[in-house]
């Protein structure tokens, strides 16, 4: 008999580990785009896990998913946008906020059929990304460089409606922003996020005509939900990316196609 309830003990035991494999607030999960920003968080795995936090990563191709994500909770936060364009929609600017700044990833003006800026032609066919502050983005990037101008009040969310000044008369086409390096092929010039340039074999600094400088206001955040961004998994993960580690690694792989801000 006595064995007989000391097996039921152990299997009581057994199941009962099982049915708890560990606790949840061990886990970080956060959704990112491959370049640079799940490079980045891959990095610093080891440095949570010694901290007691396991970090799953979980990478997205669009920039939109990530917040809808966090929104429902299927994340505990996203690495994948700047600023402007987390602000580009209420819903997420009602429930979403900002945990920090990492970097800036310069967007820039590729071409496959021209080397320099003065070579396009009047007329010149531009693609530039389709959601509004990537869009307004590239836009001013153009009249940056004296090619456009912009309505004065045109603001983070311009869009091709607010140019007033067009001297060349480019004629501009939007794409989702991640389809636009597969499209350049079919366009005079595009303008590509600095993620999607890099994940397509681009080197930003070298290989773009124009592109933005250090002093951009597109800085990418870790985003989380409104309340969430003192939480100690949070706090954790900003110490181990905003790192001398993370910082040198930047420096030393991306080539001015990725600037830190710390």
């Not at 990530?66 to 600023?83: M, Y």
């Not at 600017?93 to 059929?113: C, M, N, R, W």
């Not at 060349?168 to 340039?197: C, H, R, V």
Request: proline fraction near 6%; glycine fraction near 8%.
């Amino acid at each position: 008999m006595k064995k007989i309830i000391g097996l039921l003990f152990t299997l009581i035991l057994i199941l009962t580990l099982a049915a708890c494999p560990g606790k949840k607030a061990d886990m970080l999960t956060i959704g990112a785009t491959p370049v640079p920003h799940a490079e980045l968080l891959n990095l610093i795995k080891d440095d949570l896990a010694a901290a007691g936090i396991k970090l799953k990563v979980i990478e997205f191709t669009d920039y939109t998913s990530p917040n809808t994500a966090v929104i429902s909770g299927e994340l505990d936060a996203n690495f994948s946008q700047h600023i402007p364009y987390l602000g580009s929609n209420p819903d997420w600017l009602d429930k979403l906020t900002p945990a920090f700044g990492v970097h800036i990833e310069p967007l820039g003006l590729y071409s496959q059929k021209f080397k320099s800026i003065e070579e396009l032609p009047d007329g010149a066919a531009i693609a530039i990304p389709d959601d509004p502050s990537n869009g307004g983005r590239a836009l001013f990037l153009l009249q940056t460089n004296g090619l456009i101008t912009l309505k004065e009040n045109a603001g983070f969310l311009a869009t091709i409606q607010d140019i007033t000044g067009n001297p060349k008369k480019f004629k501009f086409q939007e794409f989702e922003a991640a389809q636009l390096p597969q499209t350049l092929q079919d366009f005079d010039a595009a303008a590509i996020n600095g993620n999607f340039a890099m994940e397509n074999g681009f080197t930003p600094a070298y290989d773009s005509l124009i592109i933005e400088d250090s002093n951009s206001p597109y800085m990418n955040i870790v985003v989380v939900q409104k309340g969430n961004e003192n939480n100690e998994k949070i706090t954790a993960l900003k110490k181990a990316l905003l790192s001398n580690k993370v910082r040198d690694y930047i420096n030393s792989s991306y080539h001015g196609g990725v600037i830190p801000v710390f």
